[in-house]
Nanobody
């Protein structure tokens, strides 16, 4: 499975961005897809994950501001980010998980200016 993420950029605080991640290859094996982020000097943390059944889980600091979704084919995951804050600045990584493996995309930079 290969993951291609896009949609990062520079935005002012309070603004919005939408990240996209397309899975190719053996994408039929994917159960859950999600987004993680890593800020400078910090560990990578989970932002949001959505299972194949549509159930989503969010990190507390993004609840009510971010929305994760998947397309009907199940091989594209989106992260709509609203009311962005400077502390959301990080490299965002797309993740896909099957029963046996976890796959990572290349990361996309999100920078929120104050």
């Amino acid at each position: 499975v290969q993951l291609q993420a896009s949609g990062g950029g520079l935005v002012q605080a309070g603004g919005s961005l939408k990240l996209s991640c397309v899975a190719s290859g053996s994408s039929f094996s994917i159960n859950a897809m999600g987004w993680y982020r890593q800020a400078p000097g910090k560990q990578r943390e989970r932002v949001a994950v959505i299972a194949s059944g549509g159930i989503a889980v969010y990190e507390d600091s993004v609840k009510g501001r971010f929305t994760i979704s998947r397309d009907k084919a199940g091989n594209t995951v989106y992260l709509q980010m609203n009311s962005l804050k400077p502390e959301d600045t990080a490299v965002y990584y797309c993740n896909a998980a099957s029963l046996m493996h976890a796959y990572w995309g290349q990361g996309t930079q999100v920078t929120v200016s104050s």
